[in-house]
């Protein structure tokens, strides 16, 4: 049971263009989402946050939307750079659970 | 700064051999994590200390895991009578205290052949 979904694996963008990925959820216990960036043989480095009484948050190039009714958040990159290439990770976190559950990820390209 | 380490950073394992995998927390930090990602997936998580207490091993996938942090600092995750299933890499996080954010070692990959 798949309870925080990534549908995309892959993503191609261009230099200097907005890279948008998606995340779904199904848990409603869900109160905290969080974007991590994974380069090869490194582990997971966290970008930016959301908590669910807020529907955007923004951080440099980095922001973060969250749509409750729909149980689905986003992250823009704008604009994308080529060391924007990387696996991002969508994570959730319920209450006073304090572990994350993650999606599969989605392979970012930046092509130049 | 010193980030979360683990070590080792690989390791081979026959079947049915034990294996010991440790992570040095950032200092300060009082919650630590472990969680396992196997290829292609998301990491999943195995365990939770706050402290020296071991407060969530619902992720634990069989009793052959089995996770310590005695002193409330370094822990160690053993895995005993390795099989093949449990190759994937092993990430360490820690945190200020639970519900801040957690910041991830760089990941112990294990090959159990």
């Known amino acids: 049971d798949q309870q925080v979904k990534q549908n995309s694996p892959s993503l191609s963008v261009q230099e200097g263009r907005i890279s948008i990925l998606n995340c779904d959820y199904t848990?409603?216990?869900?109160?905290?989402f969080l974007w991590y960036k994974k380069y090869p043989a490194e582990g997971p480095t966290f970008l930016i946050s959301?908590?669910?009484?807020?529907d955007k948050n923004e951080d440099g190039r980095f922001t973060v939307f969250l749509n409750k009714s729909a149980k689905h958040l986003s992250l823009h990159i704008v604009p994308s750079q080529p060391g924007d290439s990387a696996v991002y990770f969508c994570?959730?976190?319920?209450?006073?659970?304090?572990?994350?559950?993650f999606g599969t990820g989605t392979r970012l390209q930046v092509t130049l | 700064g010193a980030g979360v380490s683990q070590s080792p950073r690989y390791k081979v394992a026959k079947r049915g051999q034990d294996v010991a995998l440790r992570c040095d927390p950032i200092?300060?930090?009082?919650?630590l994590f472990w969680y396992q990602q196997a290829l292609g997936q998301g990491p999943e998580f195995l365990t939770y200390?706050?402290?020296?207490?071991?407060?969530?091993k619902s992720g634990l996938p069989s009793d052959r895991f089995f996770a310590e942090r005695p002193e409330g600092s370094v822990s160690t995750l053993k895995i005993q009578r390795t099989q093949q299933e449990d190759s994937a890499v092993y990430l360490c996080?820690?945190?200020?205290?639970?519900?801040?954010?957690?910041?991830f070692g760089p990941g112990t990959r294990l090959l159990v052949l």
């Open positions: 996080a820690s945190s200020f205290n639970k519900q801040e954010t957690q910041y």
């Open positions: 848990n409603s216990m869900f109160d905290y």
């Open positions: 959301i908590s669910s009484i807020k």
């Open positions: 994570a959730a976190e319920a209450g006073t659970a304090s572990k994350l559950t």
């Open positions: 200092s300060g930090h009082v919650s």
């Open positions: 200390f706050q402290n020296e207490a071991q407060l969530d």
